[in-house]
T-cell receptor
Framework: NAGVTQTPKFRVLKTGQSMTLLCAQD?????MYWYRQDPGMGLRLIHY???????AKGEVPDGYNVSRLKKQNFLLGLESAAPSQTSVYFC????????????FGSGTQLSVL | QQQVKQSPQSLIVQKGGISIINCAYE??????FPWYQQFPGKGPALLIA?????SEKKEGRFTISFNKSAKQFSLHIMDSQPGDSATYFC?????????????FGQGTELSVKP
């Protein structure tokens, strides 16, 4: 039972490079989220989706874009990476609006030099 | 704007002791307060949650105490064990708020010494 799978697990980028983080869930969840985790800051919501074809901004959306073309996948893109985007990124999913339990992936550690 | 404030940032407890982590929130519309546990290299996982219609919820050695008037809630870990060493996050949200967006606290790194 895979749950929420994130790829890649580690990545190093140079400033200005672009990349896409992939999140896949096999639980048929409607809601998907991207968080970033930084020391002393907790987890901050970047973008989220309430269903296939929908996306919305979270607390810290600047510099990121997302797409939800298929229900099971949620992509996070960095068009022009900056050192401030060095972080650990977590994808999560949940079943529906009244079920607040989030299922998290194991994270992607991204360093931007 | 940090709407959920968590303390302490780190905590060291002896095996068998009580670990206490505190959180305070600002938005009185919040009506769901979970705690997540995260082990190194893993994503957070739901540990226990409470809604404001009760003042306490207990699951095994883990208890949430909730004080609505003070807008505070806390996690108590009784008989703390080395296996409880992890980072703990409190969070808050508004049930039914589309997408169930959780606002997390800053996290507490707990170390339980044998």
């Amino acid at each position: 039972n895979a749950g929420v799978t994130q790829t890649p697990k580690f990545r190093v980028l140079k400033t200005g490079q672009s990349m896409t983080l992939l999140c896949a869930q096999d639980m048929n969840h409607e809601y998907m989220y991207w968080y970033r985790q930084d020391p002393g800051m907790g987890l901050r919501l970047i973008h989220y989706s309430v269903g296939e074809g929908t996306t919305a901004k979270g607390e810290v959306p600047d510099g990121y874009n997302v797409s939800r073309l298929k229900k099971q996948n949620f992509l996070l893109g960095l068009e022009s990476a900056a050192p401030s985007q060095t972080s650990v990124y977590f994808c999560a999913s949940s079943g529906h609006s009244t079920n607040e339990k989030l299922f998290f992936g194991s994270g992607t550690q991204l360093s931007v030099l | 704007q940090q709407q959920v404030k968590q303390s302490p940032q780190s905590l060291i407890v002896q095996k068998g002791g009580i670990s206490i982590i505190n959180c305070a929130y600002e938005n009185t519309a919040f009506d769901y307060f979970p705690w997540y546990q995260q082990f190194p290299g893993k994503g957070p996982a739901l540990l226990i949650a409470i809604r404001p219609d009760v003042s306490e919820k207990k699951e095994g050695r883990f208890t949430i105490s909730f004080n609505k008037s003070a807008k505070q809630f806390s996690l108590h870990i009784m008989d703390s064990q080395p296996g409880d060493s992890a980072t703990y996050f409190c969070a808050a949200s508004i049930l039914g708020n589309q997408g169930g967006k959780l606002i997390f606290g800053q996290g507490t790194e707990l170390s339980v010494k044998p």
